[in-house]
């Protein structure tokens, strides 16, 4: 099963969805801003997606700029921070059994379907 945690707000994230739809694939959808993930839930992402948890941080938000730019910090806070501060997560992720991708651009989706 192909699960997309989605942004209704965000284009990219919503141009994820429409390209899943258009595919015809049957999909799962977590609008993680209503639904906050887990510390695990991020950890076997990031895991899946083969990536730094830095990787995963919108850093132009004004949240991450205003209080946390420039500042050394582990692994484990980072991901703190982005359980506490969805926003802050990068947008669409698209997971795919144990494969996964940041959509964007929104042809890495079909990288992984």
């Known amino acids: 099963m192909i699960t997309i945690y989605h942004n209704p707000r965000c284009s990219k994230s919503r141009e994820g969805l429409c390209l899943l739809e258009e595919k015809g694939i049957s999909f799962e959808t977590v609008k993680y801003l209503d639904q ?8 076997s992402i990031i895991q899946k997606l083969g990536i730094k948890p830095i990787e995963l941080v919108r850093q132009k938000e004004s949240l991450w700029s205003e209080n946390y730019k420039g500042q050394t910090l582990s692994d484990d806070a980072i991901i703190t921070i982005l359980s506490e501060n969805p926003k802050l997560i990068e947008r669409p992720i698209v997971i795919n059994g144990d494969k996964a991708v940041i959509g964007r651009p929104t042809e890495k989706i079909l990288e992984i379907i």
Do not use: D, V, W
């Open 36 to 43: 906050p993930l887990s510390r695990e839930e991020l950890q």
